[in-house]
């Protein structure tokens, strides 16, 4: 059974860093393509793409945050990462991992999520 178990979110003021955790289980991470996504309240509740960690180590970005987040995987922990740097108000929102054999939107399988609130 495929689960995730996000952590790490929190509150800080604009230019302050985060580092998101996405520990799994059921599955091995470098297996599955990984995720993150992000979901602000009242955005037609839509859920953007962050950050893409795929089977061969390659990694597709957000391009607002190009040069401020880097997502990484620990295989020894199958844990996700996702380090936030340099966060602006605009990164507020609720952090989704997400995972699946493919990269395919549909057949993610999400963790519960964490919050991120970033104040000016």
């Known amino acids: 059974q495929v689960q995730l178990v996000e952590s790490g979110g929190g509150s800080v003021q604009a230019g302050g860093s985060l580092r998101l955790s996405c520990a799994a289980s059921g599955f091995t991470v470098s297996s599955y393509c990984m995720a993150w996504f992000r979901q602000v309240p009242g955005d037609k509740n839509e859920r953007v793409g962050v950050?893409?960690?795929?089977?061969?180590?390659?990694?597709v970005y957000l391009d607002s945050v190009k040069g401020r987040f880097t997502v990484s995987e620990d295989n020894a922990k199958n844990t996700l990462f996702l380090q936030m740097n340099n966060l602006k108000v605009d990164d507020t929102g609720t952090y989704f991992c997400?995972?699946?054999?493919?990269?395919?939107?549909?057949?993610?399988?999400w963790g519960q999520g964490t919050q991120v609130t970033v104040s000016s």
């Open positions: 950050a893409v960690f795929d089977t061969d180590a390659s990694t």
């Open positions: 997400a995972a699946a054999p493919r990269c395919i939107y549909s057949d993610y399988t």
